[in-house]
Each structure stands twice: as structure tokens, then as C-alpha cells.
């Protein structure tokens, strides 16, 4: 029945716009929940037959399902095994952004096309139309002014590991909510994710992020490959970072018995406000881990 779901999910997800949107973030959940009910050799055989299967769908359906049968089957495996929702989740994520880089990696051995350059090339064209359009309205614009643009595009495209970190945490969150709220509704053990305020960092973390900052003061040749692999890594410990100012906030609330409107709001808002607001929540979150904010905090109360 699970297999069956599975299909008609991935049939929705390829071939029907707007929805199939929604039926991607379902995709991942039989799967998950087969692992999860019945373990790792009945899970590779089921991983196995639907793979089989998903041809039926086309070659866009066996690239699909790989991508992310991949994440989905370590999740299962986690969860079945009773570790915590958190590490399942960085399972999860871990086995989302291998199957997303498979995926581009056999697209482009399929198309012949790389499809990061070929994004790149046509921002790159989209922008130099726009000033010629500007320039034929005569509206001038500095060259210094095109020289950030151009250099933010080429930013973008370097930080593309990172974003596909992101959107594999992201993806990884929301499939397994999803599996563990089926879960719970035909099972006596439920699963949840425990409450966001206990989210806390390594301290790992910190000195990766201040090493990765040190390092970029430096001049790297942006054409290297040590580059991309120092920004890549600083952007992603900056993130987990602002994470972790997020869950202070929530901790804090808790511990003052604050309505959990506030931190919800507070999130809210520096997201929508942008780099300013975000820079100050990541600072929390380094003072947070560097300085035990939380352990002092309940020692005062």
C-alpha cells in the first residue's frame, strides 16, 4: 500500500503543476514510514522496488525517487532505531543533500548541460539586458555600481553548497513532521520533536565559524578551490549560529514565563527586516554558546 502511495505521489509530484509541488513533500513520508516500521533489510528491499517501479514515471521518476529515497530511508533508519528526532533529522539531512547532488551530478551526465553554469550565464545575460535598457532610457548607473551586482551574482552561485544544505534541512524538517504526525495517529509510542528552546549548538561550531571568518580576511583567490570551501563553510555555521540565537530567544521566554507569541513574533520579524536583525541574533547565539548564557540564566532563578 505504501509502494502504491508512493507511486501515485511521485506521478502527481512530475506531471501535475501546483500540486505536484505538495506532493513532493509528501514523496519522502511512505518511505520513511516503511523504515521505520519494519527496519533496514525489509527497507532496501521496499527502497528497491519502488526505484524499479518509478520508471514508469520516466527517467525524471528514477532520478526523483533516488534523490530522495536516499534521505528518506536514514530517517527511517533513525527513527526506527529510537535515536532522537535530532539526530534523524541531520540523517536526514545528510542523506537529502547527497541525493540532491547525485541528482544534478546525473542530470548533467544525462542533458550534457551544467545546470549551475547555465543558471549563472543566464543571470549574468538578464542583468547585462536590464542595463542596456536602463542606458537606452537614459539612466546611467555608476560601473561600480554593476561591478557589485555582477560580484553578488558570483557570490550567489559559490554559496550554492550552503543552499543546498539549507533547503536539505528544511526538507528534511518538514517530511519527517509529516511522517511522525501519521505515525503517532496508528501508534502507542509517539514520536515528537522536542521542544525548539533545547536546540543547542556544539561548541565546535563556534570555532568553526571564527576560524572560517579569520580566514576570509585574507586575500583567496576567488578562482580556487580553497575559496568556495571557506565561504561555504563560515555561511553554514552562521546560519546554525542564528539558529541558536533563535532557540535563546525561546529558552528565554520559557524560563520567564513569557507568551510564546513573543519569540514567534521576534523571529518573525528579524527574517522579514533582514541582515541587520539577523546579524544581532547570530551574535546572541555565539554569546549563547560561548558564555553558557542558558546554565547562567536558570542559575539565577
Not at 77 to 84: I, P, R, T
Not at 196 to 222: E, K
Amino acid at each position: 500500500m505504501l509502494g502504491g502511495i508512493y507511486l501515485v505521489l511521485l506521478l502527481i509530484a512530475i506531471y501535475v503543476p501546483f500540486i505536484g509541488m505538495v506532493a513532493y513533500f509528501v514523496l519522502p513520508v511512505p518511505i520513511i514510514l516503511y523504515w521505520l516500521r519494519h527496519g533496514i533489510k525489509p527497507g532496501f528491499t521496499f527502497s528497491a522496488a519502488i526505484l524499479l517501479f518509478s520508471i514508469i514515471a520516466s527517467s525524471a521518476g528514477v532520478l526523483t525517487t533516488l534523490a530522495t529515497a536516499i534521505g528518506a530511508s536514514m530517517t527511517g533508519y533513525a527513527l526506527h532505531h529510537k535515536q532522537s528526532t535530532y539526530e534523524a533529522l541531520l540523517k536526514g539531512t545528510v542523506g537529502y543533500a547527497l541525493g540532491a547532488t547525485i541528482f544534478w551530478v546525473l542530470t548533467q551526465a544525462i542533458t550534457g548541460i551544467n545546470i549551475i553554469d547555465a543558471a549563472q550565464t543566464t543571470m549574468q545575460e538578464s542583468m547585462q539586458e536590464v542595463r542596456t535598457q536602463m542606458n537606452n532610457l537614459g539612466v546611467t548607473t555608476p560601473e561600480d555600481r554593476w561591478t557589485q551586482v555582477t560580484e553578488m551574482i558570483d557570490y550567489i552561485f559559490v554559496l550554492v553548497p550552503t543552499l543546498i544544505a539549507v533547503y536539505s534541512f528544511l526538507y528534511a524538517f518538514v517530511t519527517q513532521w509529516l511522517a511522525q504526525k501519521v505515525h503517532n495517529r496508528k501508534s502507542k509510542e509517539k514520536i515528537l520533536y522536542p521542544p525548539f528552546r533545547r536546540f543547542n549548538l556544539p561548541v565546535i561550531v563556534l570555532f568553526i565559524y571564527f576560524i572560517g571568518s579569520f580566514a576570509r580576511w585574507f586575500d583567496i583567490d576567488p578562482n580556487g578551490g580553497l575559496y568556495p570551501f571557506i565561504v561555504n563553510i563560515t555561511e553554514l555555521a552562521g546560519i546554525l549560529l542564528i539558529i541558536q540565537g533563535f532557540a535563546f530567544m525561546f529558552y528565554f521566554a520559557y524560563e520567564r514565563k513569557l507568551a510564546k507569541v513573543f519569540p514567534i513574533l521576534t523571529v518573525i520579524f528579524s527574517i522579514l527586516l533582514g541582515p541587520i536583525l539577523l546579524y544581532l541574533v547570530r551574535i546572541l547565539g555565539i554569546i549563547d554558546i560561548g558564555f553558557r548564557l542558558r546554565e547562567r540564566l536558570s542559575s539565577k532563578k
